[in-house]
């Protein structure tokens, strides 16, 4: 099944800094989500994005529809230990399934 | 906490054995799903249940049949698996397929020995 290109593939932040992830596409999607998923557990959704240009917060998360529907972008501001994890993007064209974006694993150091 | 609740969050079988994973949700979503996941990758997906009726099949094996009771409750059935099938099962459930995110269970760690 197709994949979403997702960078960066790892990052280690100090704690308090920002961080920025991406998500792209071949393909045209109507749909956008973003999910977080710590060890042992099932991913955790973060955000839903349904429009283009969309731009939506979830406390300190931030994430944005691209306008041309091939992309999509999560930022985290003012990073906490709690927030190391692996974050997925996920995009659906209308009535099809959901394709998955390879990862991005955050570390935060103290 | 979830509200995909999935059992057991552990289990170990043999490749000789008949077992069976369970899902449930109680938010009135109809269309349920299985995912399979490998370490660090992301879910793949297995099977899509719209309307208690199976949607999709990703050329799954045989040895994993999916059953969908009723409108909360999915389960996959495991026979005679290999080894490689060793990863984290995760059921979603979303109010439909059309546009609805998926909510997911914190999953099954299954071993095959």
């Known amino acids: 099944g197709q994949q979403l290109n997702q960078s960066p593939q790892s990052m280690f932040i100090q704690e308090g800094e920002d961080v920025s992830m991406n998500c792209t596409s071949s393909?045209?999607?109507?749909?956008w989500l973003w999910y977080k998923q710590d060890p042992g557990e099932g991913p955790v959704l973060l955000i839903a994005l349904y429009k283009a240009g969309e731009l939506t917060s979830n406390g300190r998360l931030t994430a944005q529809f691209g306008i041309t529907r091939k992309d999509s972008f999560l930022n985290i501001s003012a990073s906490i230990p709690s927030d190391v994890g692996i974050y997925f993007c996920a995009g659906q064209a209308t009535g099809n399934q959901f394709y998955f974006g390879t990862g991005t694993s955050l570390t935060v150091i103290p | 906490d979830t509200e995909v609740t999935q059992t057991p969050k552990h289990l170990v079988m043999g490749m000789t054995n008949k077992k069976s994973l369970k899902c449930e949700q109680h938010m009135g979503h109809r269309a349920m799903y299985w995912y399979k996941q490998k370490a660090k990758k992301p879910p793949e997906l297995m099977f899509v249940?719209?309307?208690?009726?199976?949607?999709i099949n990703e050329s799954v094996p045989s040895r994993f049949s999916p059953e969908c009771p009723n409108s909360s409750l999915l389960n996959l059935h495991l026979h005679a698996l290999q080894p490689e099938d060793s990863a984290l099962y995760l059921c979603?459930?979303?109010?439909?397929?059309?546009?609805?995110?998926?909510?997911f269970g914190n999953g099954t760690r299954l071993t095959v020995t």
């Open positions: 249940y719209s309307y208690e009726k199976l949607s």
């Open positions: 393909s045209i999607f109507n749909t």
């Open positions: 979603a459930s979303s109010i439909d397929r059309v546009i609805s995110p998926l909510h």
